[in-house]
């Protein structure tokens, strides 16, 4: 099996703009999920199948998918946006395995 | 209100077994597949086990496979995580989730929505 790189942590003021990174080797040929997790919570899928947003999910929570790397982006970022982000995708080819990435610690200053 | 809640955590000793429950209420649960995902302290998600809607198809994470075994009664809307030969690194919450699928052209998108709040295993 694999993991997806991300990285460890990205910092943003409030009201700039948040961008996460996924890598793999052509990841763009796979559809990518982005998690959010507060503290103490369990997880809540922000982005489906590359570029979906789940009903409730600000328009602000955008994704994008191609080539080696998969891009969570979250515009005008809060300070409720602080918390951490995992990529993941699923992958017919090992088993029927699901795959996440090594997550990504958001700061807003 | 779809939800999910998780029962049976605590501790074991390595090598012992521990057997979590997930009860799901709010939407037509023979319907969808179902997962276990769990998170070591202070660690990242890591995907543990499927199973199909109708039970008879199961997938598992190398690193439990042979170990552990979900099932499910959909006649009580839940399913179970029987675990067994305990290690320390299996110590983690233990989240039951819904698979949700959608279908893109030739990509296939699965993911997990929503999750249960979490249950606790420790292995010491």
């Known amino acids: 099996s694999y993991v997806l790189t991300q990285p460890p942590s990205v910092s943003v003021s409030p009201g700039q703009t948040a961008t996460i990174t996924c890598g793999r080797l052509?990841?763009?040929?796979?559809?990518v999920q982005w998690y959010q997790q507060k503290p103490g919570q369990a997880p809540v899928v922000v982005v489906y199948d590359d570029s979906d947003r789940p009903s409730g999910i600000p328009e602000r929570f955008s994704g994008s998918n191609s080539g080696n790397t998969a891009t969570l982006t979250i515009t005008r970022v809060e300070a409720g946006d602080e918390a951490d982000y995992y990529c993941?995708?699923?992958?017919?080819?090992?088993?029927?395995?699901?795959?996440f990435g090594t997550g990504t610690k958001v700061t807003v200053l | 209100e779809v939800r999910l809640v998780e029962s049976g955590g605590g501790s074991a000793q390595p090598g012992g077994s521990l057997r979590l429950a997930c009860t799901a209420s709010?939407?037509?649960?023979?319907?969808?597949?179902m997962n276990w995902v769990r998170q070591a302290p202070g660690k990242g998600l890591e995907w543990v086990a499927y199973i199909s809607s109708s039970g008879t198809v199961t997938y598992y994470s190398d690193f439990v496979k042979g170990r552990f075994t979900v099932s499910r009664d959909n006649a009580k809307n839940s399913i179970s995580l029987e675990m067994t030969s305990l290690r320390v690194e299996d110590t983690a919450i233990y989240y039951c989730?819904?698979?949700?699928?959608?279908?893109?052209?030739?990509?296939?998108?699965?993911?997990?929505?929503?999750w249960g709040q979490g249950t606790l295993v420790t292995a010491s």
């Open positions: 993941q995708l699923w992958d017919s080819s090992d088993d029927h395995h699901y795959v």
């Open positions: 709010g939407f037509p649960f023979s319907s969808y597949e």
């Open positions: 052509n990841i763009g040929s796979k559809s």
């Open positions: 989730t819904r698979g949700r699928t959608t279908v893109r052209g030739t990509k296939f998108a699965r993911w997990f929505d929503p």
